[in-house]
């Protein structure tokens, strides 16, 4: 009954590769997230989703693609991987925008790309 | 642009005592909130605090926000081992280019010796 789900939690792999990682959550909530954390623990969005809508793309290379089928689930799909894109990804989702409450985060997704 | 900054970087104490950590922030902001990350897990959410609020209780918790010199503070009393975590600060600006984000500080490594 985990609230926001994330897999894989470990993806390791080589640069110039292909790779996605999925989030749903099970809380009924319009608005989801990917986060980057980087290896300093600093935690910096990449993109929202309101209703598999996109409305916030921070400065990310497209080789970063989010896909939202539906409200519930927000997948990244991650080309031609490179160094410095190791990190540890984490999903969230709140109810309705930023400003009327909390985030709650996925466990993450630690992507080492050598 | 990052919009929090947490002080200190590293706090380390004996279990009992008090912890207080501290956030300053850029711009204008609709509310603050502080999340707890235990090491190797997702950011879970502690308290929301809105910028028409100066003080806010949560069990051991208390935090103050003071928006003329944009800052935050978190006092966690009576620390226990069971407390140690990296705490965040998020700001959701409620102008300029982070408007409808929600920016995490640095964040602060507590350390709670038994």
């Known amino acids: 009954d985990t609230a926001v789900s994330q897999t894989p939690k470990y993806l390791v792999t080589q640069m110039g590769n292909d790779k996605s990682i999925k989030c749903e959550q099970n809380l009924g909530h319009d608005t989801m997230y990917w986060y980057k954390q980087d290896s300093k623990k600093f935690l910096k969005i990449m993109f929202s989703?309101?209703?598999?809508?996109?409305?916030i793309n921070e400065t990310v290379p497209n080789r970063f693609s989010p896909k939202s089928p539906d409200k519930a689930h927000l997948n990244l799909h991650i080309n031609s991987l490179e160094l410095g894109d190791s990190a540890v990804y984490f999903c969230?989702?709140?109810?309705?925008?930023?400003?009327?409450?909390?985030?709650?985060f996925g466990e993450g997704s630690r992507l080492t790309v050598l | 642009s990052q919009q929090g900054e947490e002080d200190p970087q590293a706090l380390s104490i004996q279990e009992g005592e008090n912890a207080t950590m501290n956030c300053s922030y850029k711009t204008s902001i609709n509310n603050l909130q502080w999340y707890r990350q235990n090491s190797g897990r997702g950011l879970v959410h502690l308290i929301l605090?809105?910028?028409?609020?100066r003080e806010k209780h949560s069990g051991r918790l208390r935090v103050t926000l003071d928006t003329s010199k944009k800052s935050s503070s978190l006092l966690i009393t009576a620390s226990r081992a069971a407390d140690t975590a990296s705490y965040f600060c998020a700001t959701d600006a409620n102008s300029g280019g982070s408007q409808g984000n929600l920016i995490f500080g640095k964040g602060t490594k507590l350390s709670v010796k038994p």
């Open positions: 605090i809105r910028s028409n609020e």
């Open positions: 989703y309101n209703n598999k809508e996109l409305i």
């Open positions: 969230a989702s709140s109810q309705g925008t930023i400003s009327t409450g909390e985030l709650f």
